[in-house]
């Protein structure tokens, strides 16, 4: 059995958590600024009225209807995003740990924000013609991927994933690209799906960065733990306002770039495969949908959950939404330190 032994500097260990602190507080600073700008422009969010196959939503409509009778807005996770691209290009550029991961946070972010918009002034008539489909999202999702996994491979040098417990690296080359480019739009993906409930995605966003805040130093990666930390900072800014009754919305904008970034850190943390782990809520969320989905299209419309993605399942079979997310909020933590301890197995033991 190994010994850990992690020597810090006092001024290094400062850095990385005042970074998380400016993260705070500039998007403590930047709100006032959103949400003057949003009940101005009447950034309203449109309640879902249709599932994904098609059909009515009506227990989407009688579990969440009352609440879309106030006026809330959304892409709130632009606060976070600016937040965190500002104090980062300030304090904590790095090539090697936070160009890749900033961009692709920003680049998510563009294409959550063109989204928001459309749907937003859509319904005016001039933009209703060019609504981004599923297929168009997935397709400028897999783009940023795509020159994030050209950079990761080509500019990085890297060409290996860590198994876990056996401590051992794989070589595959250039089917890095690949691999980065999966992980990184499926957990884009599965995070925007997680965005359903008051605070749900804000606290499980948050851990899941929290935890590879403390992976990275562990590795001595304090660029990207330093990233991390800035993400959390500023959701926990975000989830204050958040959590029930929220008084605004992540929208698109946010949950594409937390969920590409999640991505990307676990790429450079060499950690993909302990990622399911610690993403194990938006590993439930993105599966029920999926499951949801074949069950509709290969049983005549005969559906698995009440309601997908899951967490609305709960809520329809009687537990109140904060219950909900709560309890997820528990599973995600729990999960986050089982993934710890998943990497520390193959670290040093």
């Known amino acids: 059995m190994e010994t850990l032994q992690l020597t810090v500097e006092v001024d290094t260990l400062i850095r990385t958590l005042l970074l998380g602190f400016l993260g705070f507080l500039l998007s403590m600073l930047i709100t006032p600024v959103y949400t003057t700008l949003a009940y101005k422009g009447q950034w ?11 059909e009515k939503a009506t227990v989407f409509a009688k579990l969440h209807g009352e609440k ?11 606060i976070a995003v600016a937040a965190v691209a500002i104090v980062t290009l300030a304090f904590n550029l790095d090539r090697s740990q936070t160009w890749l991961p900033l961009a692709a946070f920003v680049g998510a972010a563009g294409i959550g924000l ?47 994933i860590h198994i876990p417990i056996t401590g051992t690296d794989l070589a595959i080359g250039w ?16 995070v925007n799906i997680s965005d359903g ?3 749900l995605a804000g606290g499980l966003t948050t851990t899941a960065f929290g935890i590879y805040a403390i992976i990275a130093a562990l590795q001595g990666n304090f660029g ?38 999640l991505g990307v ?10 990622l399911p782990i610690i993403g194990i809520l938006f590993v439930a969320e993105a599966g029920s949908s999926a499951i949801q989905i074949l069950s509709k299209k290969l049983r005549n419309g005969k559906k698995i959950f009440k309601i997908a993605p899951i967490h609305h399942h709960f809520e329809a079979s009687g537990w109140p939404e904060t219950k909900v997310t709560m309890r997820f909020w528990i599973l995600g933590q729990v999960a986050g330190v089982l993934g710890l301890i998943v990497f520390l197995l193959g670290k040093y033991l």
Do not use: Q
């Not at 879309?68 to 632009?78: C, D, N, Q, S, V």
């Not at 980065?180 to 957990?187: D, K, Q």
């Open 44 to 54: 309203w969010k449109k309640p879902r009225t249709t599932a994904t196959t098609g």
């Open 68 to 78: 879309h009778k106030r006026l809330i807005p959304t892409m709130a996770g632009g």
């Open 114 to 160: 063109l989204d928001d918009i459309i749907n937003l002034k859509g319904s005016n008539g001039a933009l209703e013609k060019v609504r981004l489909s599923a297929k168009m999202k997935l397709l400028l999702t897999t783009l940023v991927a795509l020159v994030g996994g050209w950079f990761f491979y080509y500019k990085l040098g890297v060409d290996t």
């Open 175 to 190: 089917l890095i690209i690949p691999l980065f480019v999966l992980v990184v739009v499926a957990t884009a993906n599965a």
């Open 197 to 199: 409930l008051d605070g």
């Open 224 to 261: 990207i733990a330093g990233f991390c930390m800035t993400i959390v900072g500023a959701l926990l800014s975000y989830t204050w306002f958040n959590i029930h009754p929220a008084r605004f919305f992540m929208g698109d904008v946010g949950s594409f770039a937390l969920g590409t970034a």
């Open 265 to 274: 850190v676990a790429m450079l943390t060499d950690t993909v495969l302990i």
